[in-house]
T-cell receptor
């Protein structure tokens, strides 16, 4: 069935360093890949998304890259700050609006 | 714009009791989703509505869970009877829908604890 694997499950970085989270999807028909940030006890919030006709998208300190051939996509956060600490979820969708979520990455930015 | 509204925020019940959750999506959003998020896991889709019709309920445990969106706006999710493994956060999300993928916007969720 459809599956999204996400790694690592936890990630600790020093403030100012970069963080990279990777996801692999199984359904080659997937064409939309959002990333959500979820702080403790709060709602998941969309931080960036990418569609399959684009290889990379950037928004200030956040970027997402997509490799359709390998069926994986990655979230890159540069110049990390303590407020970036949260759980990050990737998801994949293929036009029927249904999201398949990854298992999440707990990012800790150490001051 | 106002976000997705959910109530209640917290609910504690005993097993075998019934519970209902309510969701009001972003105004004008045709597609509404209910997700179950167990602690430490990603959200899992329970049911998806397009207006007042069900698009996908393949992962909804229909022997105990039900959901409706009668007028194509608000939605309720019910569990009857509840089991211990139903302890989770129930998230509602909405999107504008249409023929291409649109971002989903989530509510704050209802945290359900089963004793």
């Amino acid at each position: 069935g459809e599956n999204v694997e996400q790694h690592p499950s936890t990630l600790s970085v020093q403030e100012g360093d970069s963080a990279v989270i990777k996801c692999t999807y199984s359904d080659s028909a997937s064409n939309y890949f959002p990333w959500y940030k979820q702080e403790l006890g709060k709602r998941p919030q969309l931080i960036i998304d990418i569609r399959s006709n684009v290889g990379e998208k950037k928004d200030q300190r956040i970027a997402v890259t997509l490799n359709k051939t390998a069926k994986h996509f990655s979230l890159h956060i540069t110049e990390t700050q303590p407020e970036d600490s949260a759980v990050y979820f990737c998801a994949a969708s293929k036009g029927t609006y249904k999201y398949i979520f990854g298992t999440g990455t707990r990012l800790k930015v150490l001051a | 714009e106002a976000g997705v509204a959910q109530s209640p925020r917290y609910k504690i019940i005993e097993k075998r009791q019934s519970v209902a959750f309510w969701c009001n999506p972003i105004s004008g959003h045709a597609t509404l989703y209910w997700y179950q998020q167990i602690l430490g896991q990603g959200p899992k889709l329970l049911i998806q509505f397009q207006n007042n019709g069900v698009v996908d309920d393949s992962q909804l445990p229909k022997d105990r869970f039900s959901a409706e969106r009668l007028k194509g706006v608000d939605s309720t999710l019910k569990i009857q009877p509840a089991k211990l493994e139903d302890s989770a956060v129930y998230l509602c999300a909405s999107s504008a829908g249409s023929h291409s993928n649109q971002p989903q916007h989530f509510g704050d969720g209802t945290r359900l604890s089963i004793l």
